[in-house]
Nanobody
Framework: QVQLVESGGGSVQPGESLTLSCVYF?????VAWFRQAPGKGREAVAS???????YYDESIKGRFTISRTSAKNTVTLQMNSLKSEDTAMYYC????????????????????WGQGTQVTVSS
């Protein structure tokens, strides 16, 4: 089981940027960010494999960038041009083995989850 701790959430105005960080303790083939808005299901944001491969959900492609520093067991999510619809609780998740593209953004494939960090985008 991998332990994960997220940080960096907060309240920003539309168009601003925010960087989320996830520190994980243990071995993880793939680490991903998911989010869940009030009243909605959990949705994928982006994933980063230990091999260097990165995958993004179409809804945020071009605005968000995921980075992984394996030496520091850290995964960051740089979020630019934030919109009100990005408001959600953001969760970091880990899978012990590498997840191929077809399942890298599937929540059920991740076995370890952090507690989440809140992101609020509002004017």
């Amino acid at each position: 089981q991998v332990q994960l701790v997220e940080s960096g959430g907060g309240s920003v105005q539309p168009g601003e940027s925010l960087t989320l960080s996830c520190v994980y303790f243990g071995s993880a083939g793939s680490v991903a960010w998911f989010r869940q808005a009030p009243g909605k299901g959990r949705e994928a944001v982006a994933s980063a494999a230990d091999s260097g491969l990165r995958y993004y959900d179409e809804s945020i492609k071009g605005r968000f960038t995921i980075s992984r520093t394996s030496a520091k067991n850290t995964v960051t999510l740089q979020m630019n041009s934030l919109k009100s619809e990005d408001t959600a609780m953001y969760y970091c998740a880990a899978a012990s083995s590498f997840l191929p593209p077809s399942i890298s953004l599937v929540a059920s494939k991740y076995t370890s989850w952090g507690q989440g960090t809140q992101v609020t985008v509002s004017s």
